[in-house]
Nanobody, 116 residues
């Protein structure tokens, strides 16, 4: 079984920074897509950032210029560097991988709370 293990969430003051990590373990085919989603209470899950193939990047408008997605293919790990955090960034953040067989894998979620 493939598992995605997330880390790096926590409580931070507005204007601060956090770095989330998500590492895949187990038997997994080559990964095509690595992405980060978030879901606040009472809100729909939304795409935050995604990296496709060799490095095509897309970000939600709300995080452009503040968040950066990156990866280490050798470690099957994706990162989300979050700077200039705002209270509205408060949510549970989930990583998602899609492999070349079109199988989806989700992390367990990590809570990010930004205080004002």
């Amino acid at each position: 079984q493939v598992q995605l293990v997330e880390s790096g969430g926590g409580l931070v003051q507005a204007g601060g920074s956090l770095r989330l990590s998500c590492a895949a373990s187990g038997s997994i085919s080559r990964i095509n897509v690595m992405g980060w989603y978030r879901q606040a209470p009472g809100k729909q899950r939304e795409l935050v950032a995604v990296m496709v193939g060799g490095g095509i990047l897309n970000y939600a408008d709300s995080v452009k210029g503040r968040f950066t997605i990156s990866r280490d293919n050798a470690k099957n790990t994706v990162y989300l560097q979050m700077n200039s955090l705002k209270p509205e960034d408060t949510a549970v953040y989930y990583c998602k991988f899609v492999d070349v067989l079109a199988a989806d894998y989700w992390g367990q979620g990590t809570q990010v709370t930004v205080s004002s």
